[in-house]
């Protein structure tokens, strides 16, 4: 079954090289990096990884994918294992009908886990990926050593019902079939929106990245796996305020960093209301898209925060 899924995704990105974009090898992760499709959690997830030494996975969010961290990932791989996959439903993962509510999907990271041999590893997340990060952290609280979460809410903590009014989040609830078939055939516009009106500086998201990432949104089946990572968000809301209501708290050490032109301070006051140690850091001259604004802010973010 997978060999069709992988065939669409070459073509695609045929047509994105086809027609101007960056390199292929652009995005490419260093050739020390294997990738994989591994069966996980009744589910198949495509997985970059590569290095030696404390495990480390590397958690995308909506409008990219598990490529989004190269950088990152490149510089983890000197004294890291590093894992990179993609979601349930996006990227070159399986498309699968449903299981988009979060804590179904921390079960696929623990899964991918489990096959790559990492019963612990340190957790690094943005915009989506924040939010399977933290069921990850609450369902398998003794497999997280440490959690790092990038400017995006999480439903149900905090001041989440505030965050919901602001009407640049318009998106959180249009999906649908035909909020699908609006789109068919116009990913790349949908997805400009998001890039443009989520930067600080639009530019810095750059074209070849555009174009890559609107080809993998253009696979079958993957506008439809988006939607439904939105439309399960009243379900993530309901799963972490019960595990809050029951005393549940993030006992790990958190890094809850913003762009400092996007969620900024707001990311350490969501993970106050969950986490007991949470340390706030800022990616300057950034918007959402940490990893196209500022990468190397970002990475000096984290990997000190990971080496502390």
């Known amino acids: 079954m997978r060999l069709p899924l992988l065939a669409l995704a070459a073509s695609a990105l045929m047509m994105v ?3 101007g974009a960056a390199r292929a090898e652009t995005f490419d992760f260093p050739a020390a990096f294997t990738a ?3 069966p996980a959690n009744g589910t198949t997830i495509h997985v970059r990884s590569g290095g030696h030494g404390p495990a480390v996975v590397l958690l995308h969010g909506y409008g990219e994918t598990g490529d989004m961290w190269i950088p990152l ?12 996959p993609d979601l349930r439903g996006l990227g070159l993962s399986a498309k699968p009908a449903g299981g988009f509510d979060k804590k179904t999907q921390a079960a696929d990271v623990a899964a991918v886990m489990d096959a790559l041999g990492a019963p612990r590893a340190d957790v690094v997340a943005h915009d989506i990926g924040n939010m399977v990060a933290f069921q990850v952290a609450a369902r398998y609280p003794q497999r997280v050593r440490k959690l790092v979460v990038i400017d995006a809410p999480v439903p149900g903590v905090g ?6 009014k602001n009407p640049l989040l318009w998106h959180f609830r249009f999906g649908g079939p035909d909020m699908e078939r609006l789109v068919a055939g116009r990913e790349r516009i949908y997805l400009d929106r998001f890039w443009n009106e989520f930067s600080a500086t639009p530019a810095n998201f750059t074209e070849a990245a555009r174009q890559h990432y609107a080809a993998l949104y253009a696979m079958p089946g993957a506008m439809h796996s988006g939607f439904a990572q939105f439309a399960a968000f009243d379900q993530d809301a309901a799963d972490n305020r019960d595990f809050i209501a029951h005393g549940g708290r993030l006992k790990m050490p958190v890094l809850a960093v913003g762009g400092q032109k996007s969620f900024g301070p707001m990311m350490a006051t969501v993970m106050r ?3 007991d140690d949470v340390t706030e850091g800022q990616v300057p001259d950034s918007g959402h898209w940490i990893m196209e604004e500022n990468p190397q802010a970002t990475t000096r973010l984290v990997t000190a925060f990971l080496a502390r």
Not at 73 to 82: N, T, Y
Not at 159 to 164: F, T, V
């Open 273 to 275: 209301a969950a986490a």
């Open 73 to 84: 990932a490149a510089e983890l791989a000197k004294d890291h294992q590093v894992i990179v």
């Open 17 to 19: 090289a086809t027609a």
């Open 36 to 38: 994989r499709d591994i």
């Open 159 to 164: 001041p989440w019902d505030e965050i919901l």
